[in-house]
Structure formats: structure tokens, C-alpha cells
T-cell receptor, first 113, second 111 residues
Framework: DTAVSQTPKYLVTQMGNDKSIKCEQN?????MYWYKQDSKKFLKIMFS???????INETVPNRFSPKSPDKAHLNLHINSLELGDSAVYFC????????????FGSGTRLTVV | SQKIEQNSEALNIQEGKTATLTCNYT??????LQWYRQDPGRGPVFLLL?????KEKRKERLKVTFDTTLKQSLFHITASQPADSATYLCALDQAGTALIFGKGTTLSVSS
């Protein structure tokens, strides 16, 4: 049973397209996150949702929009993809305070050509 | 400005030795600090958490120390094995935000 699952694992798309990445967790966690890991392997927080409500929205282009239909799902929609969006995107979840660590998905490698 | 620095990008040691990784931070007041392991093509995996009022935490061959005066955490792997080869990330909690990660140290353990 995968605790945090992301789909797809790989995504290759052309500039200007719109794409979505899905994330689901079966841990009963209250909070879910999207992180971006760039080519230098630096993990940067993008969004955080707690019980379907956005609580953190770091400075990311508004082409990125998270959607949480329920507390077990947090999807990431990206409009008008650009070359610079190429990266690995990780979904994660935690108990509300995060004091017991985050559980990460295996990542979605997005390549924009 | 706020910074989290892991002292080296790469660390090479021999099997059986103790690996020591360093995490320094500035302009943060974290309630706790966490360490993660990341293997190529995988997401980070949680290893240990240490709170601001704790000096040391152990788990099997892993030991973490936390000095809020020096603003530093040390992560030790004793009796290292080739299977310990991975990238290790430190991460800080800042109240009201998600975890902030350092850039990681890639450990290579040779047999």
C-alpha cells in the first residue's frame, strides 16, 4: 500500500500546454504539500494545504494552481508550461504540526520541451 | 536573510567509519529540526526529528545533535555501510510554514 502516491511518474510535454499532477495519501494526514526539486536538487515548498484549505502559497507563478477536493487529495495544475518548469515535483503529507515527519511521494519528473 | 547550509555537497568515507554531516542555519528559530534520506529517483524519507529543547537523539546507528546556540545540527552514522550511500537533507520547521530544506550532502560509503 503506497502511503503517498503521485501520478504520472514522468511527464513530457510541449511549451504552452496545460498539465495536471495528481496526489493521494492514505495516511489520514491533515496537511499536504507540493515541493519542487530543481536540477540542483534543491527542494522548495510551493503550496501547503490543511484540511482542504490553502495555508501556504509561496512565491510561485499563478500558472500553478493547487486543488484539494478532499483532505486525502492535492492535485497540481500548471497552465501555459514553460521550459523553466522542468523539474521533479514532490507531493508530501504530514500530521497537522509536522512533528512526526513528512511522507513524500516518489515524485513526478516534468520535462517541458 | 534566512539560510540553511549543509557543509559539503559530497562526503566520501570508508565502510565501518562514522560519517558526520553538518547543518547550519541563520535567521531561523526552529521548533524542531529533521533529517531525511533521499535516494536517486525517490522522494525523501524521514529519519529523525529533534526538538529545540533536546540536545541529542538516537535511532539505531543514527545520532543527531542540535545546538540552538551555535545554530547547528550534526548527523552521525556509525559503522557506515555501502547501503548508507544516499543524499541526506536537513530540514527546519518555522512556525506557520512548511519544512524548509537544505541542499543536502551526498554520502558515498566505499567498501
Amino acid at each position: 500500500d503506497t502511503a503517498v502516491s503521485q501520478t504520472p511518474k514522468y511527464l513530457v510535454t510541449q511549451m504552452g500546454n496545460d498539465k495536471s499532477i495528481k496526489c493521494e495519501q492514505n495516511l489520514g494526514h491533515d496537511t499536504m504539500y507540493w515541493y519542487k526539486q530543481d536540477s540542483k536538487k534543491f527542494l522548495k515548498i510551493m503550496f501547503s494545504y490543511n484540511n482542504k484549505e490553502l495555508i501556504i502559497n509561496e512565491t510561485v507563478p499563478n500558472r500553478f494552481s493547487p486543488k484539494s477536493p478532499d483532505k486525502a487529495h492535492l492535485n497540481l495544475h500548471i497552465n501555459s508550461l514553460e521550459l523553466g518548469d522542468s523539474a521533479v515535483y514532490f507531493c508530501a503529507s504530514s500530521q497537522e504540526t509536522g512533528e512526526f515527519g513528512y511522507t513524500f511521494g516518489s515524485g513526478t519528473r516534468l520535462t517541458v520541451v | 536573510s534566512q539560510k540553511i547550509e549543509q557543509n559539503s555537497e559530497a562526503l566520501n568515507i570508508q565502510e565501518g567509519k562514522t560519517a558526520t554531516l553538518t547543518c547550519n542555519y541563520t535567521n531561523y528559530s526552529p521548533a524542531y529540526l529533521q533529517w531525511y534520506r533521499q535516494d536517486p529517483g525517490r522522494g525523501p524519507v524521514f529519519l529523525l526529528l529533534i526538538r529545540e529543547n533536546e540536545k541529542e537523539k538516537r535511532k539505531e546507528r543514527l545520532k543527531v545533535t542540535f545546538d540552538t546556540t551555535l545554530k547547528q545540527s550534526l548527523f552521525h552514522i556509525t559503522a557506515s555501510q555501502p547501503a548508507d550511500s544516499a543524499t541526506y537533507l536537513c530540514a527546519l520547521d518555522q512556525a506557520g510554514t512548511a519544512l524548509i530544506f537544505g541542499k543536502g550532502t551526498t554520502l558515498s560509503v566505499s567498501s
